[in-house]
């Protein structure tokens, strides 16, 4: 007899309606169990809809001893469910000022009051009357308290264009949440989750024995489908589907273990019948980090591939905003390779997928040109590629720069930075979905960026002065990389006074 597919479990994250409603669950609960047998205080970090909440919420119904949900899963027979009170925080709503946070903590702390039956002396003063909430639930229910922290930065990272408020929102939750290493004696476990791990929040340097499982191999697939999930509880759903080309697009980030995807992905491609989209993209890209982008005359083409320590990977400092850490932690990059150097620890960072590579960079181009202008160009330029019109191609660089509207960028970024007109090249060729290649290495040097397109390939040397940008790509041999397919070597000078192309030489090889 044919079983009825189990159904997507798009939107909910609540594990009691996934296993009572038929939805599909990939069971996670190997890894929870682990946790709340070998820790009491844990962080995870991962970026936004990954699935940390239905995590959280699966961690909940453990703690309320929900032995009957579990059933066929790994935990059931391994784990004895004894019944623990919970608290939970989750973060919503107004959080764009202090007194927006404030308003929401008394909320939080009346719901988990009314809950647990538990009233505390001083509702109007939230550190103590959270400090107050733990001892008197654990001594009422005479079991530790179980405590469960969702998007505990949420307060933080939605004011990341506003720093006073950031800061200030941030000594809110330093108060709040210190209050738990006074109140260890009271406590089972804790769990955290988040985007960012942030280096002077006193959850972290307060309770020093938190253990941050963000990065530790054995729970890289703590949140996510592998690959494997796709062909087994998902092959009723995607069969016939091309799982090279689902993989291309969306799988790739990497926690050191398996590979994984966004769940989000997974759910709306299929469930818009196998569309490939920016779905996860589309759900919300803060425009700070476009700022910050600017404002530090970042060269786009480096996050093609770049190598930070592992501190810098893991630690957010609100008062030293890294580019590489909030795109890395939030999840537009990811880690490619790991090596060791000096007895630590180096990852490589690129884009997960063409999912992330294609609309971080078309959103990018927003902030350039005006959108019928832009998807001008972009038609111009892969029509370009196929031919190898290079007329067209100086003509259709020279028409980009024309519309880009300077005014939105400061004159030193742009009059003395090469890199800014690179960027735009590269920011234009990535969101075509492209195989681009920068700072492409060479026995003899680097070249500044290449382009592959099917058996064609495009070497292009930038420069801001008057003189033979072919030079170097002849002098250093760089063809000689691609000997075995067509090439052609593009030279470009930028005026800095005209921004743009002063001059525009090809040869093909």
Known sequence: MHRKMKKLPIGIQTFSEIINNNYIYIDKTEEALDLISNYKYVFLSRPRRFGKSLFLDTLNEIFNGSRDLFKGLHIHDKYDFPVHPVIRISFSGDLRSGAGLKSRLFDILDTNQQELNIKCKRPDVFDSCFAELIKKTCEKYKKGVVILIDEYDKAILDNLDQMDVAGENGEIIKSFYSVMKDCDKYIRF????????????????????????????????????????????????????????????????????????????????????????????????????????????????????????????????????????????????????????????????????????????????????????????????????????????????????????????????????????????????????LDIIAEDVTVKGRIDLTVIFRDKVYIFEFKMNDEDPLKQIKERCYADKYSDRAVYLIGIVFNKQQRNIQKFIWESK
């Open 190 to 433: 804790v769990f955290l989750t988040g985007v960012t791990k942030f280096s002077k929040t006193s959850i972290f340097s307060g309770l020093n024995n938190i253990t941050d499982v963000s990065l530790v191999p054995k729970y890289g697939k703590i949140c996510g489908y592998t690959h494997e999930d796709l062909q087994t509880s998902f092959a009723g759903h995607l069969k016939g589907q091309d799982y090279d080309k689902i993989r291309e697009w969306y799988n790739g980030y990497n926690f050191l273990g398996p590979r994984v995807y966004n769940p989000f992905d997974i759910l709306l491609f299929i469930n818009n019948n196998f569309q490939f989209n920016n779905y996860w993209f589309e759900t919300g890209t803060p425009s700070f980090l476009i700022k910050l982008l600017k404002n530090n005359c970042y060269f786009l083409p480096r996050l093609e591939s770049f190598d930070v320590d592992e501190n810098l990977a893991n630690t957010f400092d609100i008062d030293e905003l890294s580019i590489e850490t909030i795109l890395f932690q939030s999840g537009y990059l990811t880690i490619k390779k790991v090596k060791e150097r000096r007895s630590r620890f180096i990852y490589t960072l690129s884009y997960p997928n063409k999912e992330t590579r294609l609309s971080f960079n078309d959103y990018l181009l927003n902030y350039f040109v005006d959108r019928i202008e832009k998807n001008l160009v972009l038609d111009n330029l892969y029509d370009i590629f196929e031919t190898c019109d290079m007329d067209k191609l100086e003509a259709t660089l020279h028409r980009l720069f024309a519309s880009i509207a300077y005014n939105n960028f400061s004159n030193n970024y742009i009059e003395n930075y090469e890199g800014f007109y690179a960027s735009v090249i590269y920011a234009y060729l990535a969101s075509l979905g």
